[in-house]
């Protein structure tokens, strides 16, 4: 095989994780739920948590990093965090054995097996939040959530994938008018919060290129979004862009508790 397969095993605002293997390797990145979870959603794709051979972590936020202790500890697993954010979630992930603590600098690219695998700072009230790219074979995958906003270096970075799981988290309007409390709706749209659909789109509508074939929208919030209008804001923007969707590339919805099934990038 050539590139490389995904599973988005969940995304939204109660938890996030990610599966990737090679020929050579097996991945998450985020464990944003209880170990037992986790395990589950792999069984999903028939694929089990003895079998990672690392665990990469964007940041300590508790949707990213609930079952990371627990994973590492049960099957051995090697975790990867930058400096910043190992300090940040030491006391949440608890004891990890020495070896497999290794720090991944942001803006660095690292090559585990068969892949390459590029970290990035996103602006994120976090430590120092780091989103990633993998690499191989001429095949591109961006991961690209909990961001408020995407500068033009990030832009340079995540620019013609082959896939993105681009951010969806609220419709302005449904966060406007809700129930949340206003300090919490200022850090949502603020520039350390989260993209809205519409920045979704337009960040998608910028940075896509030839190669790209799918767009996945993540981290979608529960209370302020609606999984219809995130897809339809994102394919409407790209389409008033005279961008071919449908015809080159295709939007896809994820979940917030199953399994997406493997996709080759």
Known sequence: MTGFNVSILASGSSGNSLYIETPQKKFLVDAGFSGKKIESLLGEINREGKD???LFVTHEHSDHIQGVGVLARRFGIDVYAN???????????????????????MGTIMTIGDIDIESFGVSHDAA??????????????????????????MRGVIRDADVYLMESNHDLEMLRMGGYPWSLKQRILGDQGHLSNEDGALVAADVLGDKTKKIFLG????ENNIKELAHMTMETTLMQKDLGVNEQFHVY????????DLFAV
Not at 134 to 148: A, E, I, R, Y
Not at 219 to 222: A, E, I, P, V
Not at 253 to 260: F, G, I, K, Q, Y
């Open 52 to 54: 990672i051979d690392a």
């Open 219 to 222: 981290h979608l919030s529960r």
């Open 83 to 105: 400096e910043k954010t190992w300090q940040a979630m030491s006391h949440v992930v608890g004891n990890i054995p020495t070896g497999q603590k290794h720090v991944f600098d």
């Open 128 to 153: 120092a939040p780091q989103f990633y790219v993998f690499h191989k074979d001429n095949k591109k995958f961006v991961m690209l959530t909990d961001t408020g906003y995407v500068s033009d270096r």
């Open 253 to 260: 919805d994820t979940s917030h508790e199953h399994a997406l």
